[in-house]
């Protein structure tokens, strides 16, 4: 086979005098290989999430390795793995961990190492996630779970087979510091280590057999999708009552509450039980919020206090250090893992509550454990921190699969593994521009981000972020310490309510695109290089020395502020104090979302589309099924009318998905795809057609009608 004659001339090459130790490739999936170096850790990425293949990556197409075998090397030096993948000379770089400021990552060194996002883009990330893509269509993961260094085309070694050429800076104006490089190079602490690589053909192809291979993605339940508000932190039962009863008397949607640390007894660290200050009956207050329609999410952090109820069970599987005074439990431990997730079931699951905010578990060096922390099991304080966030969000899921009621919620830490895992990444920086390119860099990496509005200095700004949150996996003000609501800056609060319930009649079509990322991979939200027919606008560029340094073409040329939103809608939002933006339109004709009309083709255009509207694109034959504005997701069972907005002057064609939105059902195959067809009739007229549903049991649908949008 193809992948054993690289195994046997990776065995012949020879480097600077040190053999390279062969990688053992071996076929794992339809384009997927995986590769041995050395002796890799019995703990890793994918132990940690105990991440298993979704079934349709076997569906997926047979494709060659995507390098030429004598260029791969892996070897053990030092008690180190290096790694060395080629690069060729216009080849672009996504992903890298949860990067802020840049999409493009080629020339970047980087440690991907868990922590809070420190406002640089150094791979201190709140997922370091050791996942690549190529411009050229191909993916490679390192399943390390330790701090592993990245030289994304900086290296330059002496036997390079594109070396850079030698300039006299004396004379020559083209010299640069930063000389071409051909290669992408990873340092594994660790003495072996396994690789994966995806094959394309695209680098979406790419992407989707890595989140496949990692279970797929997430499938929220609808109510996930709808609006969400934090609290304030000290709330007390009838303080979140009222909240929730204004939100409905001002028709605004609602349909979940988030609870900030004071639901808890003592917090930082927690006892992981109601404060019955706050809430005296915490039953009655659950299921009357369930019966408002409003479910409840609980902040946490995993640090035990002494006053928690468990803290004496649990504390001999917890670490040898504490964090603010709190106990670390080693969640690889069984035992460790049934206290704990016992008392948040016995305690709030049990009684109705939905989900949780797993917060602080990417760290800070100061609070954090240091990596000479120990822990019962053995890991080290490093494979504990490069995990600790994906365990904790592995452990929480049986507490809601058991009920067969999914959840949807928040965490500060991930990574490679926790592709379906339903739990979004947020953080305590708030640079809006930052926050839309971590949206962009979240799907290019199998994770979810969303670009959270806190507060704002003006009604502006507020409603350019509500703009975003909006276009995004979830919708939430995290009023914990600012107490906003949606109306609070009453210039722009009509339309950030249109805002809103633009989001919920959008949930039709968000429910079927989180639908193809759970089955097909396919992230909901990506950037726009994973999109077919698009190019970066060239006259920006710059053309000095673009051939010898693509890490100056990785700066100037990027485009980190407009996505794809789904199959067919692109995204470019405006940020405070811009009146006008640059838009760049692949290839194909484009149209306004709001009116239908034309907008561009392949072209880039400036709009200038006023404070109200955040611009959105439809593809040519793009098909957005919408629902009425509910002020809550409708209900397992409940049917919603439908309207199927058809774009554009071509034949089109859309997958409706659907299933009881809030069970586990559809996992035993209770689901439905429903096909949309726009055909043009006898008179060159655009016509829609749907199939029926398919399952008795599954029909979230009533009435259906057709807006063509660009036809008048
Ligand atoms: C922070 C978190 C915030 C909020 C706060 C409450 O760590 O990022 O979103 O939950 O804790 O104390």
Redesign the pocket.
């Known amino acids: 086979m193809f992948y054993r004659l690289i195994n046997l001339l990776l065995l012949v090459a020879v480097w600077n005098g040190v053999a390279a130790q062969s990688i053992r490739w071996s076929a794992v999936a339809p384009g997927v290989w995986k590769g041995v170096v050395g002796r890799p850790e019995a703990y890793d990425l994918l132990k940690a999430s105990g991440a298993t293949p979704a079934p349709a990556l076997k569906t997926m197409s047979e494709q060659p390795f995507p390098f030429s075998e004598d260029e791969v090397s892996g070897t053990v030096t030092d008690g180190k793995t290096n790694l060395r993948f080629p690069l060729e000379k216009d080849e672009q770089l996504f992903g890298f961990g949860l990067n802020f400021q840049t999409v493009h990552q080629r020339g970047k060194i980087l440690q991907l190492h868990m922590d809070?996002y420190g406002g640089k883009d150094n791979g201190r990330t709140h997922a370091p996630v050791p996942f690549y893509v190529s411009s050229k269509g191909y993916g490679v993961f390192v399943n390390a779970a330790r701090y592993i260094n990245v030289y994304a085309g900086t290296g330059v070694r002496k036997d390079s087979k594109y070396p850079p050429v030698e300039k006299d800076r004396n004379t020559d104006k083209s010299w640069s510091s930063r000389p071409y490089s051909d290669a992408v190079e990873l340092l594994v602490p660790a003495p072996g280590t396994e690789v994966y690589v995806f094959a394309g053909p695209t680098a979406l192809d790419a992407v989707r057999r890595y989140n496949l291979f990692n279970g797929g993605g997430v499938l929220p339940p609808r109510w996930g999708l709808g609006f969400t508000q934090?609290v304030r932190?000290l709330f007390k039962a009838d303080e979140v009552k009222q909240e929730a009863d204004s939100f409905s008397v001002k028709g605004y949607p609602l349909d979940f509450i988030?609870l900030?640390?004071g639901w808890q007894s003592r917090?930082?660290p927690g006892t992981f039980e109601w404060d019955k200050s706050r809430y005296p009956d915490p039953a009655a207050f659950v299921k009357e919020m369930l019966n408002k329609q409003i479910r409840l999410n609980l902040?946490i952090?995993p640090y035990v206090s002494k006053s928690a109820p468990f803290y004496k069970a649990i504390t001999p599987y917890t670490g040898s250090h504490t964090v603010w005074t709190g106990e670390v439990p080693d969640f690889t431990i069984p035992k460790a893992r049934d206290i704990f997730f016992g008392q948040l079931k016995k305690d709030q699951v049990d009684i109705g509550v939905s989900g949780y905010?797993i917060?602080?578990v990417d760290g800070y060096d100061y609070y954090l454990w240091p990596d000479v922390a120990t822990f019962p099991s053995g890991l080290s304080g490093e494979q504990m921190r490069q995990t600790y966030g994906v365990l904790a969000m592995k452990n929480s899921i049986d507490l809601f699969k058991n009920k067969n009621q999914r959840t949807y919620g928040?965490v500060?830490a991930s990574n490679a593994g926790a592709n379906s895992y339903p739990y979004v990444l947020?953080?305590?920086y708030y640079n809006h521009e930052d926050f839309i390119t971590a949206l962009i860099n979240s799907g290019y990496i199998g994770v979810l981000w969303t670009p959270?509005v806190?507060a704002s200095k003006t009604a502006e700004e507020w409603l350019r972020r509500f703009q975003t949150v909006v276009f995004s996996p979830m919708a939430m003000i995290?009023a914990?310490?600012s107490g906003t609501k949606p109306w609070s800056y009453p210039e722009v609060a009509a339309q950030v309510k249109e805002l809103s319930l633009l989001r919920m009649r959008m949930m039709p079509y968000w429910y079927s695109e989180f639908a193809k990322y759970h089955f097909e991979g396919t992230p909901v939200f990506r950037g726009m290089s994973l999109e077919p027919g698009y190019q970066v606008n060239s006259s920006s560029a710059v053309k000095n020395n673009l051939e010898d340094n693509p890490y100056l073409e990785a700066v100037t040329r990027e485009v980190k502020d407009q996505y794809m939103g789904g199959e067919y809608l692109l995204v470019a939002p405006l940020f405070a104090g811009q009146t006008s933006r640059k838009v760049v339109l692949p290839k194909g004709r484009w149209y306004d979302f709001y009116t239908g009309a034309f907008a561009g083709d392949g072209e880039v255009i400036t709009v200038t589309p006023g404070l109200d509207k955040i611009p959105v694109y439809v593809k040519d034959g793009g098909v957005i099924p919408m629902m009425p504005p509910l002020l809550h997701a409708p209900r397992a069972g409940e049917k919603v009318d439908l309207e199927i907005r058809v774009y554009g002057e071509k034949a089109g064609s859309y997958r409706l998905y659907d299933d009881d939105g809030e069970t586990f059902d559809y996992e035993k195959g209770n689901y439905d795809w429903r096909s949309i067809r726009i055909e043009k009739d006898a008179s060159g007229k655009l016509k829609g057609s749907i199939e029926p549903p398919h399952k008795k049991a599954v029909q979230s649908y009533g009435k259906i009608t057709w807006k063509f949008m660009t036809e008048k």
């Open positions: 809070h934090r932190s988030g900030e640390p917090s930082y902040w952090n905010k917060d602080e928040l500060r947020y953080n305590d959270e806190r995290n914990w310490s």
